[in-house]
């Protein structure tokens, strides 16, 4: 196996991955604010992880992979201000706040289901791990990195040296400015809660005891301390979104390595955004929220949406497009009728000369092997998926290769594309097209044939060619 590279945020360059222990890899990946659906744009931020996952499994890595639940403490701003996002999901529906966090939960894992993403072997809520984070709070207090003003604990980002690193220099004062307008407890604009007992807009949902009164957890102490639960307080990767660099994985760091006194990550990757067509990123406030069940009800699959992705490279901006889209659907869908052909092939044993010839058969092995090594460089190169579906498709159309290597390679190269490539098609036709290719079967035995036609129509529609066998028929994407 060729070396893993990553690109380290923290650096700026592409390091060579060392585990901490050899044969593993921790990694912690920012999860959702349960508050509403997320938007696809949140999701790449997954596919993402996911990929950076099965990557890992790919090197036969045991992978140890956390995706928190973030159900309390994360206001509709980063740095702290604003109303708690939970609180006011649950007054737009009239619904308790724990009502909001457990649907919007279970939405978010549909998604990761939906998208193939496999499920993380932790996913902790931040309402199970209070005691956690008071514990760092604790450390924090001792080790005087905290003050209390009207009420609140806040860090102090003046005692934490190199409190920037993360992102690269210091931003601009007016940019600073702005959050201190807006909280004159802080004494510098870039400090944050650790714990509220005070919060101007009214009674919290949500409290619990701590040391400086009931009150609730900010939203960066919950990463440190779910993530230090289950990896340690040293581990391997922490990933995110690039929108949170600047304030809250700089927080993240700030807080964990001053309570702990040592480096906490020793590599923090981050992906880029999806945009929507008129260049603005794509967020819930804005009216162009689209949620991976808008994509699945114009009759996508949600795997549509995963190849889409891949296609770019992680950090990449993308722009989503409906013509995009569709060239994902139609690029995966002509990867599965070229292995739904190749199933046949083998089925019916064809290529006898081939497979007689030895000097040709040694050949093949090293074409088999050549494709192979090319994918995990790849793959192994700063996830650089784009290239790797590139040497898939080479490897497909490959003259030399025998139906059955083809279908082996494809089994491995899509352990970390997770395209469900080779799942029988019939599993993959959604109920919509079967109910009106069963309508139409019933049309034809009635000799209905005007409403057969008009059927046949509407499965065109919607991506499928019916094919009529003696007794029964066939679907068959387009
Ligand atoms: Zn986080």
Redesign the pocket.
Known sequence: MSEIKLYSTLTKTIETFKPIKTGEVGV?S??PTVYNFAHIGNLRAYVFADTLRRMFEFNNYKVNQVI?I?DVGHLSSDADEGEDKLEKGAKREHKTVWEIAEFYTNAFKADLLALNIEIPEKMPKATDNIDEMIEIVKVLETKGFTYSAGGNIYFDTAKFPNYYNLQGAKPKDQDLSARVELDQNKKHPTDFVLWFTQHKYGEHAMLWDSPWGKGFPG??I??SAMATKYLGEHFDIHT?GID?ISV??TN?IAQSEGAFGHKWVNCWMHNNFVNVKDGEKMAKSSDNFLRLQTLIDADYDPLDYRYYLLGGHYRSVMNFSYEALDGARNARNRLKNMLSGLKNEVAEGKDPILRSELRRAQQEADVNDKYFQLFTEKINDDLNTPEALAVLWSMLGDKVLLPESKIELTKKFDDVLGLKLLDNETDAIPEKVTGLAQKRQVARQNKDWSESDKLREELANLGYEILDREDRYELKKK
């Open positions: 912690y920012c999860g928190n973030t939203w960066h919950e990463c995110g949170h809250h994985h993240e």
